[in-house]
Each structure stands twice: as structure tokens, then as C-alpha cells.
């Protein structure tokens, strides 16, 4: 079952990435053309014999989407390369801006330590009210980006990460 988490702002232009790569690798797509806006944050979350607790999806959704005349299935979008253990929802220029400071040894108070130190807490965190990022299912791998739109503007209402 999904969980809220918390709330961010989105821009129209987004990145699902993790947040240890660099942005003009290709490594997560890019998303355009999304709604500007508040969006939900939820997560949902399963219980793994061996693995224990792990998060099955991240999802972010337009706080009026269910306002708007959307999509009902999920759209594939391109696939999220984790090499960190986790992957988030950044806009575009605030991650090109921030994803430089990724010293995770050396500084203790750097942009990519403080993601993290959330994740490793619990399973996700929300940094500056501008990104999501949580643990990746199973580690480190290729994971799933789905989105729905609005059908009357194409904007991008929703945007899954499929983990799981």
C-alpha cells in the first residue's frame, strides 16, 4: 500500500536519476513537459524474506491531478541506472546544480551526503522541498520511470519509479 511521505515542487523539466551520477550521462531520463507544481510524494513498500523491508515504487503526483482528465495506464518513460543503492525525482537545473557536490567521504555536510544519510534512515528523504530520492528495491541495477498525463494539456501529472 502507498504511503504519503511529504510534498515538492517540481519544475517542467525533471530528471529520475541517482543522485551519485552525473547528469549528461543518459543514466535517467529526462522528463519534459511536466505540470510546474506541487506534487505528492508517496512510496510503497514490501516485506522481503531474505531482504527485509524494501520500497517497491516511488510516485510523485500533481496535487490537482485528480482534477484533470488523465491518462489511466502508466507510460514507459526509460529506465533509472542506480549505482548508489537509490534513485529520486530532482528538477533538471537544481540537480545539474547540486549534483557536483557528491563527496560522500570527504564532506560531511555535502548535497549528496545529506540524501544519504535520509535513505540510509529511512528508506527516502526530501531535500529543499525540491527532490525525492528513496532506497532502490534491491540495490543497484536498471529500474523502470513511468508517467501519466493530462490529456487536454500533455502535461505530465504523475511520475513512477518502479523498483520492484
Known amino acids: ?6 510534498k515538492i515542487r517540481l519544475g517542467d523539466t525533471v530528471v529520475a536519476i541517482d543522485p551519485c551520477q552525473e547528469p549528461d550521462l543518459g543514466l535517467g531520463p529526462r522528463i519534459q513537459n511536466v505540470l510546474a507544481g506541487i506534487f ?15 520500497v517497491k515504487s516511488l510516485t510523485v503526483t500533481a496535487k490537482n ?3 484533470l482528465n488523465q491518462t489511466s495506464r502508466w507510460h514507459y518513460a526509460g529506465d ?23 563527496d560522500y567521504d570527504t ?11 535520509q535513505t540510509l534512515e529511512k528508506d527516502w528523504g526530501e531535500i529543499d522541498n525540491q527532490c525525492i ?17 493530462d ?10 519509479i518502479q523498483f520492484l
Open 107 to 117: 564532506e560531511p555536510h555535502s548535497w549528496y551526503r545529506k540524501i544519504c544519510d
Open 40 to 54: 505528492i510524494c508517496k512510496i510503497e513498500q514490501v516485506n522481503m524474506r531474505c531482504w527485509g523491508r524494501r
Open 151 to 160: 490529456k487536454e494539456t500533455e502535461k505530465i501529472t504523475q511520475i513512477k
Open 65 to 67: 491531478a485528480d482534477t
Open 80 to 102: 533509472v541506472y542506480v549505482d548508489s543503492g537509490q534513485a529520486g525525482i530532482f528538477p533538471e537545473e537544481y540537480f545539474k546544480k547540486h549534483c557536483k557536490d557528491n
Open 1 to 6: 500500500m502507498e504511503q504519503e511521505i511529504t
Open 133 to 149: 530520492v528513496s532506497s532502490s528495491g534491491t540495490g543497484d541495477g536498471a529500474y523502470p520511470v513511468f508517467v501519466k498525463w
